[in-house]
T-cell receptor, first 110, second 114 residues
Framework: SQQGEEDPQALSIQEGENATMNCSYK?????LQWYRQNSGRGLVHLIL?????REKHSGRLRVTLDTSKKSSSLLITASRAADTASYFC??????????FGRGTSLIVHP | NAGVTQTPKFRVLKTGQSMTLLCAQD?????MYWYRQDPGMGLRLIHY???????AKGEVPDGYNVSRLKKQNFLLGLESAAPSQTSVYFC?????????????FGPGTRLTVL
């Protein structure tokens, strides 16, 4: 299955700290995306990293990809209470259709 | 630009009743998807469509039917609802370019089957 598995399932930190969540997948990919879901809302695309890239930045987000280990990580620096949400990785392979895992639930305490 | 909209937002059904969930997008996207989200299960793909008039099964298609008669609309039908279909349903649309498929999600429909 192309589905990503996020780790940890839940993460609780204080405002200002960094939050790191990981994603593992099983087969080769073309790209991997990260999405955020605020409580009760639909998912929102955050960032995409292609299989030939190792690191990508967008504002306070940093994504890394290690295709040899079939893993990716999402780092949110200087977390804010507004970052409280669930985060999903979505690897995509030959069909290019992303598949979603169970997500990491992040709580940032003010 | 409304993006992806879903109708209705909430619905309560009795076992055996039928209903149709409507998804509409105004971004001229070719691809549309229906997911269900259950606690602890993440998002599971029910059916998807790669263009007007086409549909395909996803991971959990049983008990659901879909139709894509118009490019902007994707309908999800439950012919005989069961309590196991209690869930939050999300629709998404996307276009694929250079091997990238970025999805845009609707706000969801909360369905309870009694």
């Amino acid at each position: 299955s192309q589905q990503g598995e996020e780790d940890p399932q839940a993460l609780s930190i204080q405002e200002g700290e960094n939050a790191t969540m990981n994603c593992s997948y099983k087969t080769s990919i073309n790209n991997l995306q990260w999405y955020r879901q605020n409580s009760g809302r639909g998912l929102v695309h955050l960032i995409l990293i292609r299989s030939n890239e190792r690191e990508k930045h967008s504002g306070r987000l940093r994504v890394t990809l290690d295709t040899s280990k079939k893993s990716s990580s999402l780092l949110i620096t200087a977390s804010r209470a507004a970052d409280t949400a669930s985060y999903f990785c979505a690897p995509s392979g030959g069909s290019y259709i992303p598949t979603f895992g169970r997500g990491t639930s992040l709580i940032v305490h003010p | 630009n409304a993006g992806v909209t879903q109708t209705p937002k909430f619905r309560v059904l009795k076992t055996g009743q039928s209903m149709t969930l409507l998804c509409a997008q105004d971004m001229n996207h070719e691809y549309m998807y229906w997911y269900r989200q259950d606690p602890g299960m993440g998002l599971r793909l029910i059916h998807y469509s790669v263009g007007e008039g086409t549909t395909a099964k996803g991971e959990v298609p049983d008990g659901y039917n879909v139709s894509r008669l118009k490019k902007q609309n994707f309908l999800l039908g439950l012919e005989s609802a069961a309590p196991s279909q209690t869930s939050v349903y999300f629709c998404a649309s996307s276009y694929q370019t250079s091997g990238i498929d970025t999805q845009y999600f609707g706000p969801g429909t909360r369905l309870t089957v009694l």
